[in-house]
């Protein structure tokens, strides 16, 4: 009978730390740092929110209409924030 080496078991830890090509890095969007967009891409983003919303299907969950909601009213509000005052 032949025997095997039992199996490390770190072996699964090991392997998936080498691959270090995953790991968050300063600076990175991962870091839970708010993504700095332009106002034409703000603008952008609202109108995508918008189309997304007015296609919502009757079904969809509340939680998912609320959030989406108050993204798009965030959003305009940080562009009525950020406009030119004359």
Do not use: C
Request: hydrophobic content about 35%; overall charge positive; charged content about 35%.
């Amino acid at each position: 009978m032949v025997r095997t080496p039992e199996p490390d078991p770190n072996h699964y830890v090991t392997e998936r730390t080498r691959m270090s090509g995953f790991r968050t890095h300063d600076g990175q969007h991962s870091d839970r740092m708010p993504i700095k967009r332009s106002a034409e891409e703000k603008k952008r983003l609202l109108v995508q929110l918008k189309e997304q919303q007015a296609q919502l299907k009757p079904w969809v969950a509340e939680g998912v209409k609320t959030s989406l909601a108050k993204r798009i009213a965030d959003l305009e509000a940080e562009l009525r924030a950020a406009a030119p005052r004359r």
